[in-house]
């Protein structure tokens, strides 16, 4: 069964960085859309990058060029380098596909993706 297991989260201060990583089951990490979400409480996940099986990247705004989605296909994960951390980052971060080889387009939803991983905390403080 697919299954995403992720890891790396932490309380750290602003202006620190984090990394985040994603073990991968029974998915291929370059076979689809791939995406990490953050979610506080009370809201829906917002996808903050993906990367599509061509390795091609988008970011939101608030996250772009502090933020790097990348995956390792040796190691099938997925990561998420975090710089210049600012206290409106503090969420649940999880990693989440769509069925494999369909692309990153299109309106990114929760319910456009299939699966998802349980997440793991970030928390950054003044």
């Known amino acids: 069964q697919v299954r995403f297991v992720e890891s790396g989260g932490g309380s750290v201060q602003v202006g620190e960085s984090l990394n985040l990583s994603c073990a991968v089951l029974k998915y291929d990490v370059n076979n689809g859309c791939m995406a990490w979400f953050r979610q506080t409480e009370g809201k829906e996940p917002e996808a903050v990058a993906t990367i599509d099986r061509f390795g091609r990247t988008t970011y939101i705004d608030s996250v772009k060029g502090r933020f790097t989605i990348s995956r390792n296909s040796a190691g099938n994960s997925l990561s998420l380098e975090m710089n210049s951390l600012m206290p409106e980052d503090t969420a649940m971060y999880l990693c989440?596909?769509?069925?494999?080889?369909?692309?990153?387009?299109?309106?990114?939803?929760?319910?456009?993706?299939?699966?998802w991983g349980q997440g793991t905390q970030v928390t950054v403080s003044s």
């Open positions: 989440a596909a769509r069925l494999p080889f369909v692309s990153c387009g299109g309106d990114l939803d929760r319910g456009s993706f299939r699966y």
